[in-house]
């Protein structure tokens, strides 16, 4: 089986409520992790995200300023000078579908619905790291795969034919950091 | 890890999207753990969770508080936008955070609470008392939480006031039917 050595992850965790950052901070202390950078709002998220560069990010959905789906979606500009492919777990008391879909359109990567348990949110986070999905770019997304499950049934055109994939180099974050605009 | 170089993007092009995959970027804090010899982490915060729960009588506490003060603040000034988003905001943390303090019953009557604010078409001529109802309730559920007996009342006392608001939505919705799935759609997130 796999494990995590949480103690080489850095985590940006966003959360209005002071409470709920608190056990965030205990859990992933007690996994392991020793970088834990909190935010209380997006906006003051969205700058440590650039000075910081986390690993993943754990953010809450309902916060003043700007809320975690912003949030996602600032992140997930693909020609940011920071880095779009970091894992976005959103942990919200939101979890009607409507929402859900709402967040799986934003770019987030996995969804954990609150109250929050120490299970959910190691299962989350193992998902992240043991299990990434290709990126998708289209004219309206960019973000994680949105097909989790191949769906045998599935009797509509194929968009994805097989062929050789391009190899592009990625620009360091420094570079794009140095390059101007 | 977070300052390691990225490493090269595979880029497959399509009629309309591309599909960009990375070699795995944490790929390095990954390990293969002996399940014998594995210190489960799950167990380890678990624990850590139980020992802040000293604590938890005293968050539900300011909690309640916070949705009192936006009560209070929405009988004084009507429901200015502001005065609806602290509402909602207070209704939504306890309604998120109340089953891990160990009052899963308040975050039942806050969920309901949520949905009134939420669904309602037009949250001025939203019966005062409905959403009067539900704050008492909501602190009456955390004020009496430890008392013989009260967990009955409580469940009962959430019933009826889900029941009521579930009412009052069908009713107010019932030419919103993008509104009306979402109040009668159950959960789809699964329970951990």
């Known amino acids: 089986m796999y494990g995590i050595d949480f103690n080489k992850l850095r985590f940006l965790v966003c959360d209005d409520n002071a409470h709920m950052r608190r056990i965030l901070r205990t859990l992933l202390h007690s996994f392991g992790a020793r970088e834990v950078y909190e935010a209380e709002d997006g906006a003051t998220a969205l700058e440590m995200y650039s000075h910081y560069v986390p690993d993943i990010v754990i953010t809450d959905w309902a916060m003043p300023i700007f809320d975690g789906i912003e949030l996602a979606q600032m992140i997930r500009q693909p020609d940011s000078k920071g880095n779009p492919f970091a894992p976005i777990i959103m942990l919200t008391g939101h979890s009607e579908k409507r929402r859900v879909t709402v967040a799986r359109d934003a770019g987030v990567t996995e969804f954990l619905a609150k109250p929050i348990s120490a299970k959910g949110l190691y299962q989350r986070i193992l998902n992240v790291v043991v299990s990434p999905r290709p990126f998708i770019k289209t004219k309206n997304y960019f973000g994680p795969d949105r097909r989790r499950n191949t769906n045998n049934a599935y009797i509509g055109p194929e968009r994805r034919g097989t062929k050789e994939p391009d190899v592009i180099p990625q620009p360091s974050l420094l570079d794009k950091a140095r390059s101007p605009g | ?192």
């Open chain 2, 1 to 192: 890890m977070a300052k390691d170089k990225p490493p090269e993007l595979k880029v497959e092009t399509f009629a309309d999207h591309h599909v960009i995959t990375q070699p795995n970027p944490l790929r390095k804090v990954m390990r293969l753990v002996d399940e014998k010899n594995f210190e489960d982490p799950v167990a380890r915060a678990e624990k850590a969770l139980a020992g802040l729960s000293d604590e938890f009588a005293t968050w539900m506490a300011i909690e309640c508080d916070r949705l009192a003060a936006a009560h209070a603040t929405i009988l004084k000034d009507g429901f200015t936008p502001a005065a609806r988003d602290e509402l909602f905001r207070a209704a939504h943390d306890i309604k998120g955070d109340a089953a891990t303090f160990g009052y899963p019953l308040a975050g039942a009557a806050a969920e309901s609470l949520c949905r009134i604010i939420e669904h309602a078409p037009d949250i001025d001529r939203v019966p005062a008392a409905l959403i009067a109802h539900h704050i008492n309730a909501i602190q009456a559920i955390v004020r009496e939480h430890a008392g013989l007996g009260f967990e009955a009342v409580a469940k009962e006392l959430h019933r009826k006031l889900r029941g009521v608001a579930d009412e009052y939505l069908t009713v107010v919705n019932r030419d919103r039917p993008e509104h009306l799935d979402a109040i009668l759609a159950p959960s789809i997130v699964p329970v951990d």
